[in-house]
């Protein structure tokens, strides 16, 4: 199919494209890496009439570290998260989840940015967002805003975002040295969206207990959750296999998965607590698919 007629923009500034935005409001949407959007476009399963396209305002790309926050521009292409290692030292669970996105060629396109405002619920990045308590920087008409990961994603591709924003920023608090990451998920072919994924990032104190435990699922509900049941077993213990048992078995507590052509309910969630399982596993072991900060 060819896509619907629309007006094309190519601003080479934020503060250019956000008038384009205000100018054509409901009307229009920014065009970041076209990994999800333009195939939508041409299936005319999305007909903008205008195109605000980002590619050009370079000032939107970027990697930076700050003290506590490694703080990425939206244009950041996913495959530049996945090779820096920046991101690896101090925002490991980063590092472990982004391979999992699509293929190469689609993180080399496709954005920081573009990722968290599609909102996919089986997308790993909203839900490494959610685990890490990120901060959504918004820009719009009536300024700058700042929502936490956790209130950002609303329903299945809805995000806090009015439609004359923009998604400016994301800050992600840096993770202290003992952090250890992993990201677990199953799906039904190599390079597509997860059926289910578990992201998850364990601080272990000197007598190896969890002194701070970050959970979050993808693709067990409309948005990504976070497991608090599952992160309350889990503190002040040592991971020990009984433990990470009792914690994946309440990890269904927060998930409200549905059922579609891929899997039913009952499945999603024994998925959860299997992925929930094999990511604190593979934390408490330490070996191979565990980021760990050591400073
Ligand atoms: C074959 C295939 C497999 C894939 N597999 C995976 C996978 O396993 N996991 C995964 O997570 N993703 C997967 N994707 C999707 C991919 O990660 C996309 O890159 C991502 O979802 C969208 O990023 P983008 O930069 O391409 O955004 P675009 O497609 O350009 O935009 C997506 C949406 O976000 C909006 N948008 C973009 N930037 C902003 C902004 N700064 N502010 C506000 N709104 C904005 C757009 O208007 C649009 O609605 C796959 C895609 C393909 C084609």
Known sequence: MKPAPFEY??????EEALALLAEYGMDARPLAGGQSLVPLINMRMAQPAVLVDLNHCCELAYLREEEKMLVSGPMTRQRELEISNTVRAHCPLIAEAVPHMGHATIRNRGTVGGSLSHADPSAELPGVAVALDAEMVADGPNGR??????????AELTTALEPDEVLREIRFPKAPSGSRAAFAEVGSHFGGLALVGVAARVDLDSAGRCAAV??????????????????TVLMGEVLGEQVIAEASEAAVIDVDPLADLHATAHWRRRAVVAMTARALREIADGGEGVAEVRR
């Open 9 to 14: 923009f190519a601003p080479e500034t934020a």
């Open 145 to 154: 805003r700042t929502v936490p990961a956790t209130e950002f994603f609303l």
């Open 214 to 231: 970050a959970l979050a699922a993808i693709g067990a509900g409309e948005r990504p959750a976070r497991l608090s049941s599952a992160e």
